[in-house]
């Protein structure tokens, strides 16, 4: 280590186990350097309690907490959301776009304070050292980045618990309920103990924190009705919201009717497959309602493409690649789909259910007269059969001469 070089790192600090031993770790291998903490504030709520005295009275000179909730929703929740991006069919990406905001507000404070180097808490293993560091490269290529589980003697988190315990560093957590998480306004992730053996069942009754299971939710289902304009959730049963409180009331009425868990074994960047369980109760309601606003919004065309554009999104979000010339392409595609996508959809909420109660938009595509079972002056059912002929030509063709081969 070329430690005498490093005077000043800044840490991205979450007061989790990681980054709870890594300023005296710092410390202690980089001699004589300030470490300045920085936590964003993307909806951790508690956990954000006592941060501040925890931090300096484990080595930091001082504890910058950013409020980066609003900034979170608009300019990455909504765009992924518009663009129905979600990663193996399950993940809503809630660990995913929190990194690429909370680094970029890293990055401004390793300016101001002409810091020698960022560290972050992430292990060797996971996607979240990629995400932090393509972030940090989009706006500092050259600075020093020092991620210390890629080098320190620590072999596991039972070993970095004993290192806290030996430094006095107080935990919010022990051995026995030492999951891996991750905790924001959109959602909790869990990772770890008995979770890595895909064989067990989890235990949603002791995992679930941002609502209940869906056994224990009410047995009464509950209606809602979300107003979007060009994408955009702005109103819950007509009443106008910002985005942090609207994401706020979709997760208590998806927390308490036991919404949105996924189990998830995923196929993470580096290549190796890990399980997690995703707590995203607002998420899930938001994403079902654009969902079906758009299926009355958008032509077939649009609508399809853009299905083949979210699996992309999905896969670059994912895989750390926020600040890319294609995203921001793929944004204006999506933008543009945007326009029509205004209206009403009202959900009925039932035990981890999210079902459709009614769509309406005054851009819509649907036309009763034209859909209709019943008798119409529109549409012409022998145009039909034309139709079929000649959709079918290639079919019919083939047919034929196989018919002939076999003669």
């Excluded at 070089?5 to 890594?22: M, R, V």
């Excluded at 868990?261 to 997690?276: I, T």
């Excluded at 654009?290 to 670059?316: F, N, P």
Aim: aromatic share 8%; hydrophobic share 35%; net charge negative.
């Amino acid at each position: 280590m070329m430690a005498k070089k490093i005077k000043k790192i800044i840490l991205a600090y979450s007061g989790g186990l990681d980054t709870s031993i890594i300023i005296p770790w710092l410390k202690e291998h980089y001699e004589g350097c300030e470490v300045i903490a920085v936590s964003g504030d993307v909806g951790q709520t508690s956990e954000l309690e006592g941060l501040e005295e925890k931090a300096l009275a484990t080595g930091a000179s001082k504890l910058y907490v950013l409020d980066l909730k609003k900034e979170f929703i608009e300019d990455y929740i909504y765009p992924t959301m518009k663009a129905g991006a979600v990663y193996e069919n399950k993940y809503l990406l809630g660990t995913s776009f929190a990194r690429p905001v909370i680094a970029k507000h890293i990055v401004d404070i390793a300016i101001k304070e002409g810091a020698d180097a960022i560290c972050h808490g992430c292990t060797g293993k996971g996607n979240d050292q990629v995400r932090f560091e393509l972030s940090i490269r989009a706006f500092l290529p050259e600075i020093t980045i020092i991620a210390p589980w890629r080098v320190w003697e620590f072999k596991s988190r039972d070993e970095e618990i004993d290192y806290a315990i030996a430094h006095n560093i107080p935990l919010k957590i022990s051995r026995e309920t030492n999951y891996s998480k991750d905790k924001n306004l959109w959602h909790l992730s869990h990772e770890g103990l008995d979770l890595e053996d895909p064989s067990n069942e989890p235990d949603y009754d002791k995992i679930c924190e941002l609502g209940v299971s869906p056994w224990q939710a009410p047995d009464k289902a509950e209606y809602i009705s979300i107003h979007f304009e060009k994408g955009i959730p702005t109103a819950i049963d007509g009443q106008d919201l910002g985005p942090v409180e609207l994401i706020d009331k979709l997760n208590e009425v998806g927390g308490r009717n036991g919404v949105g868990l996924a189990d998830l074994v995923e196929n993470r960047l580096v290549g190796m497959k890990s399980r997690g369980v995703y707590e995203t109760p607002g998420g899930t309601i938001l994403y079902a309602a654009h969902e079906l606003l758009e299926s009355i919004c958008l032509d077939k065309e649009t609508q399809h493409y853009k299905q083949i554009i979210a699996l992309k999104y999905g896969e670059m979000v994912y895989n750390g690649q926020w600040f890319t010339p294609l995203r921001e392409a793929l944004d204006a595609f999506v933008d543009k789909t945007q326009e029509p996508v205004t209206g009403d959809v009202k959900l009925k909420i039932y035990k981890g259910n999210v079902m459709n109660a009614g769509i309406t938009s005054p851009n819509s595509l649907y036309s009763e007269e034209i859909a209709t079972f019943g008798e119409d002056d529109c549409y012409n059912q022998m145009d039909s059969q034309g139709f079929i002929n000649l959709y079918g030509l290639p079919i019919k063709v083939k047919a034929l001469l196989d018919s002939k081969k076999i003669k």
